[in-house]
């Protein structure tokens, strides 16, 4: 089966960091563009960051460009997003998406999802 799996999601202070994976399996991700998205508390879901491959070929959302971070590490067949100086906005449930590109808040272009890990961010 192929299957994305998102972890790393937990609770932390304002200004803390946290670094948020995205496992593959069933298919290689190192093939595939993959993106950042997430679902802030009464906001329609937001794209985060995406990667198309090559550790220079990123792209960032405008306001969160400077505090996120996507990379991949293509033995583990994973691709991460670091995520710092958080602040109470920034909780909410972040997905990976994988897909043939990079296709912004295009999100129904991407090909796979996976569900979810939820990021709390509190004092």
């Known amino acids: 089966q192929v299957q994305l799996v998102e972890s790393g999601g937990g609770s932390v202070q304002p200004g803390g960091s946290l670094s948020l994976s995205c496992s593959a399996s069933?298919?290689?991700?190192?093939?595939?563009?993959v993106a950042w998205f997430r679902q802030v508390s009464g906001k329609e879901r937001e794209w985060v960051a995406c990667?198309?491959?090559?550790?220079?070929?990123?792209d960032y959302s405008p306001s969160l460009k400077g505090r996120f971070a996507i990379s991949r590490d293509n033995s583990k067949n994973t691709v991460f997003l670091r995520m710092s100086n958080l602040q109470p906005a920034d909780t909410g449930t972040y997905y990976c998406?994988?897909?043939?590109?990079?296709?912004?808040?295009?999100?129904?272009?991407?090909?796979?999802w996976g569900q979810g890990t939820q990021v709390v961010v509190s004092s």
């Open positions: 069933g298919f290689t991700l190192d093939t595939y563009a």
């Open positions: 990667s198309t491959g090559m550790d220079t070929n990123t």
């Open positions: 998406a994988a897909g043939g590109g990079c296709y912004g808040d295009y999100g129904h272009l991407y090909t796979h």
